[in-house]
């Protein structure tokens, strides 16, 4: 009987290889580019990856550092922990990718899709995602000091606890977003439609609200040291104190 189960269990792995091989599962570094590959743990920094086709990529931990990578399609790839900085992604097609713990420090993501894509504890300092499109986003902690965001889409995306100091986000749409506990101090958001906004607990010291569109938005406990709000909408808006702003408020919650 032992020896019976012993053959059994050596085809089922026998079994098990034939297929990994023949669907792709198991990848090398040297595999080419196409839909599905698996690098993990591979160095392909530099590498050019212009307009492939990487839907569903499995490319963990690897480095890509300074990789063109501007039109790719990217949608569902795995990117976890990898090192993407200076990396161009220029009008990439990233939906629903996965970023958890990834490097993307100065890379180019501007008129990039990331429709639900997971960026959570990424480090994005010094990022271009403008007019990059990020509806309903997870951007968890991500560290986006300094980042390029200016018309970005941001809409029901969650940014919670992340860090957006210093960061341009004119003209951004964060409507419907979440921004609890999110620092934004110095953060240009000068014209933002903040619409539906949680802004519960954030730090907007020094932050540039000017025209913004806080209709509807919450910022109880916020901090709003010297915070520029001049021409900014906050009809309806739920104050630091717990006030409902009445209609008609501009510049002052009244």
């Not at 097609?93 to 899709?113: H, T």
Request: glycine share 12%.
């Amino acid at each position: 009987m032992k020896s019976g189960g012993t053959r059994i269990r050596r085809r089922g792995l026998l079994a098990l290889a034939l297929y990994c091989a023949a669907s792709g599962a198991w990848g090398g570094c040297d595999d080419p580019p196409g839909r599905g590959v698996i690098w993990t743990d591979c160095d392909k920094h530099e590498v050019a990856l212009r307009n492939e086709d990487l839907r569903g990529a499995v490319l963990m931990r690897s480095n890509l550092q300074g990789a063109d990578l501007r039109g790719a399609r990217l949608s569902e790839a795995d990117f976890s922990f990898v090192d993407l900085r200076g990396a161009q992604l220029q009008g990439a097609r990233l939906a629903g990718a996965r970023f958890g713990g990834a490097r993307l420090d100065g890379a180019d993501l501007s008129e990039a899709y990331l429709g639900a894509a997971r960026l959570d504890r990424a480090k994005l300092v010094g990022v271009n995602l403008s007019a990059a499109k990020l509806p309903d986003a997870s951007l968890y902690k991500v560290d986006l000091s300094g980042g390029r965001l200016a018309k970005a889409v941001l809409t029901n995306a969650d940014l919670s606890q992340s860090t957006l100091s210093d960061a341009d986000l004119q003209g951004s749409d964060l409507s419907g977003a979440t921004l609890r506990r999110a620092t934004l101090e110095d953060a240009n958001l000068a014209g933002a439609v903040l619409r539906k906004a949680n802004l519960e607990q954030a730090n907007l010291s020094f932050a540039d609200l000017r025209g913004a569109d806080l209709r509807g938005a919450t910022l109880v406990d916020a901090t709003l040291n010297e915070t520029k709000l001049d021409g900014a909408q906050l009809e309806n808006a739920r104050w630091t104190d717990w006030r409902r702003c009445a209609p008609g408020s501009v510049g002052e919650c009244r």
